[in-house]
């Protein structure tokens, strides 16, 4: 039987959620991409740099989950198994910055949901974007994500 | 942009980045990005599983290809230069591939004392094969 998706999602704003970047998760970070450059891994490299510590890779901010706003919310008010999904598209807009320390603020949004019929059969495409601000509620970067339903 | 190691001066339309050649996929490796990025859908760790989704097997994070191509990015241009990154996946990544990432300057502009770089790139397989493909903007120092 194909599945459906649940497209009362759309527009759903989930919960805010707060994250706190980890030194020692930046460094694992960039380690299993084998991104071994200084300025994320060097702790004497990032103290003497303009940023006074090390920084997050550019695609860091896709760690910044939680149990309320992440993908396993998002499938579960989908109605979808975990098995028929796949990650169609993700960008990233970097406004500044991020070291170890800081504690953000996440908004996930769902912001479309469409049908198309791929090579593979029919699929649904889910739309989120996910605003991270810091404590002066300044923008620091902004994650917009295309899940991919297998119906 | 402090540290970048190329200036806006020096890029022209069509400036290709240095090709960055990835260790073959292994295992090991989608067990590690899962720990670091919080993703542990089992489709790229368990090729049971994945063979049942009718994947046909374990196959990389996309966002693992991401960082591969981000660090193309930085490693040519230097850190804290990427301002957008956006990619469609627009293949699999099995076990054993080598990921190559590759770029190419489409444009450069310049407003509120922000030079912007804008390129295309993708990765593709050992065969050539594209398996994300996208854009990016870097900022650039200008000469004095």
Not at chain 1, 47 to 67: H, K, L
Request: hydrophobic share 40%; with cysteine; charged share 25%.
């Amino acid at each position: 039987m194909p599945a459906h998706v649940n497209k009362t999602v759309l527009g759903k704003e989930y919960p805010p959620y707060t994250v706190t970047v980890e030194r020692g998760k930046i460094k694992e970070f960039a380690r299993a991409i084998g991104d071994l450059n200084p300025f994320y891994l060097d702790d004497s490299v990032g103290q003497a740099s303009c940023w006074g510590d090390v920084i997050a890779p550019p695609t860091f901010p896709v760690t910044f989950r939680s149990e309320s706003g992440d993908s396993a919310a998002l499938l579960r008010d989908l109605g979808v198994d975990i098995s028929r999904v796949l990650h169609g598209e993700q960008e990233f807009e970097i406004h500044r910055p991020i070291v170890p320390g800081e504690t953000f603020v996440c908004r996930t949004r769902v912001v479309d949901i469409y049908e198309k019929s791929g090579r593979t059969g029919p699929m649904a495409f889910v739309v989120r974007e996910i605003a991270v601000t810091d404590r002066t509620n300044e923008i620091v970067a902004t994650m917009r994500q295309v899940t991919v339903v297998r119906l | 942009m402090k540290y970048a190691k190329v200036y806006f001066d020096d890029v022209e339309i069509g400036t290709e980045l240095p090709p960055l050649v990835k260790a073959p996929i292994q295992q090991i490796q989608l067990t590690r990005y899962a720990g670091a990025s919080g993703d542990f859908n089992p489709i790229h760790q368990d090729d049971e599983f994945a063979r049942a989704a009718g994947m046909g097997g374990v196959f990389a994070h996309g966002m693992l290809s991401m960082g591969f191509v981000a660090q193309a990015l930085t490693d040519w241009a230097g850190p804290s230069t990427v301002r957008k990154l956006g990619v469609r996946f627009t293949g699999l990544v099995r076990l054993k591939d080598v990921v190559t990432c590759r770029g190419r300057v489409l444009g450069k502009s310049s407003k509120d004392e922000l030079n912007l770089v804008d390129l295309e790139v993708w990765a593709e397989n050992q065969r050539g094969e594209k398996v994300v493909t996208g854009r990016a903007t870097l900022a650039l120092p200008a000469k004095e």
